[in-house]
């Protein structure tokens, strides 16, 4: 087999509740992701020996300076080889785009890559179910980048039911700062109560346009307090429209009813903001991929539904 070169996407959270905290440290949370048409370049080549390499730079070339054997995506590798007897190994190559720390999933996303793909190359047939419980054990956020769908989430977010958002134009912009989740789900002053919405509600809510006056992201205020550059950021995208912290930040973006409305905002955007312009969208990029290789994707709850 020649190198798969494949999409690692980012994803949004378009909302993000903590409900409570289990005995075990683990938060209770609701969220509803959506995934992007925007992420790292990940390139798959199979070797004959049992080696694995993992290389992770910049689209600049810089390197990303994350020793490789503390990277999940040559623990997944390592766990796959041992586990089921891999005789091969992978050479695995990562151009990231998607900002490091920024709340946009690139991380899990690379993991998830990485179990779907070496599925595949490695001819290992396990189903999607098996993949969710191998990625859970890595990240609670990886599960959402296998199913491939856009869904909403609860327990401690690998709880997933399918849902099917308005796909739009996203404007993301990234602060020049590392936001720590840890911290941040550690801080005295995090919101941990948030009251919990049932699905029934929330289809309610997003059918009759009042989704967004009725959730939050209980990291934001925090973020914004702790992070004065965030702030900073999301006042000014605030005056084009409403920005929103993803997951535990530091990313922040805005939802915007047109591609020449994101086109103008980044015309207006100062010399130093980093930024990005790209869709959301309810299926995986990725998966689109791996299905015209002809990988099969068993259906993980059946038809998707909003």
């Given at each position: 087999?020649?190198?798969?070169?494949?999409?690692?996407?980012?994803?949004?959270?378009?909302?993000?509740?903590?409900?409570?905290?289990?005995?075990?440290?683990?938060?209770?949370?609701?969220?509803?992701?959506?995934?992007?048409?925007?992420?790292?370049?990940?390139?798959?080549?199979?070797?004959?020996?049992?080696?694995?390499?993992?290389?992770?730079?910049?689209?600049?070339?810089?390197?990303?300076?994350?020793?490789?054997?503390?990277?999940?995506?040559?623990?997944?590798?390592?766990?796959?080889?041992?586990?089921?007897?891999?005789?091969?190994?992978?050479?695995?190559?990562?151009?990231?785009?998607?900002?490091?720390?920024?709340?946009?999933?690139?991380?899990?996303?690379?993991?998830?890559?990485?179990?779907?793909?070496?599925?595949?190359?490695?001819?290992?047939?396990?189903?999607?179910?098996?993949?969710?419980?191998?990625?859970?054990?890595?990240?609670?956020?990886?599960?959402?980048?296998?199913?491939?769908?856009?869904?909403?989430?609860?327990?401690?977010g690998t709880q997933l039911t399918p849902t099917i958002l308005d796909e739009q134009h996203v404007v993301?912009?990234?602060?020049?700062?590392l936001v720590s989740t840890p911290k941040m789900y550690q801080h005295s002053q995090l919101t941990r109560?948030?009251?919990?919405?049932?699905?029934?509600?929330?289809?309610?809510?997003?059918?009759?346009?009042?989704?967004?006056?009725?959730?939050?992201?209980?990291?934001?205020?925090?973020?914004?307090?702790?992070?004065?550059?965030?702030?900073?950021?999301?006042?000014?995208?605030?005056?084009?429209?409403?920005?929103?912290?993803?997951?535990?930040?530091?990313?922040?973006?805005?939802?915007?009813?047109?591609?020449?409305?994101?086109?103008?905002?980044?015309?207006?955007?100062?010399?130093?903001?980093?930024?990005?312009?790209?869709?959301?969208?309810?299926h995986s990029p990725l998966h689109a991929q791996l299905s015209n290789l002809g990988f099969f994707f068993?259906?993980?709850?059946?038809?998707?539904?909003?």
């Amino acid at each position: 087999m020649n190198t798969l070169v494949l999409c690692s996407p980012a994803k949004i959270n378009h909302f993000l509740h903590i409900n409570g905290q289990r005995a075990d440290g683990y938060h209770l949370i609701q969220t509803l992701f959506q995934y992007l048409e925007y992420g790292d370049e990940i390139s798959f080549t199979p070797l004959a020996q049992s080696h694995i390499a993992v290389q992770m730079a910049f689209a600049s070339g810089e390197d990303c300076g994350v020793p490789a054997e503390q990277n999940l995506i040559y623990k997944i590798a390592s766990y796959l080889q041992t586990t089921y007897h891999v005789n091969s190994g992978i050479d695995i190559r990562v151009t990231k785009k998607i900002p490091m720390g920024g709340g946009l999933g690139g991380g899990s996303s690379n993991a998830a890559t990485t179990l779907l793909t070496l599925n595949y190359v490695w001819k290992l047939n396990l189903s999607l179910k098996t993949l969710m419980q191998i990625g859970e054990t890595f990240g609670a956020d990886i599960p959402c980048f296998l199913i491939g769908q856009s869904a909403w989430g609860e327990g401690i977010g690998t709880q997933l039911t399918p849902t099917i958002l308005d796909e739009q134009h996203v404007v993301v912009l990234t602060p020049p700062c590392l936001v720590s989740t840890p911290k941040m789900y550690q801080h005295s002053q995090l919101t941990r109560n948030t009251s919990s919405l049932r699905i029934g509600t929330l289809e309610g809510l997003l059918k009759n346009g009042l989704f967004e006056n009725a959730v939050r992201n209980d990291f934001q205020q925090l973020v914004c307090q702790n992070y004065p550059i965030v702030a900073e950021y999301m006042a000014w995208l605030n005056q084009y429209a409403k920005a929103k912290l993803s997951g535990s930040g530091a990313s922040i973006f805005a939802i915007v009813e047109s591609e020449e409305k994101a086109a103008r905002i980044m015309e207006d955007l100062p010399p130093c903001y980093q930024a990005f312009v790209a869709k959301s969208v309810n299926h995986s990029p990725l998966h689109a991929q791996l299905s015209n290789l002809g990988f099969f994707f068993e259906s993980y709850w059946g038809v998707a539904k909003r």
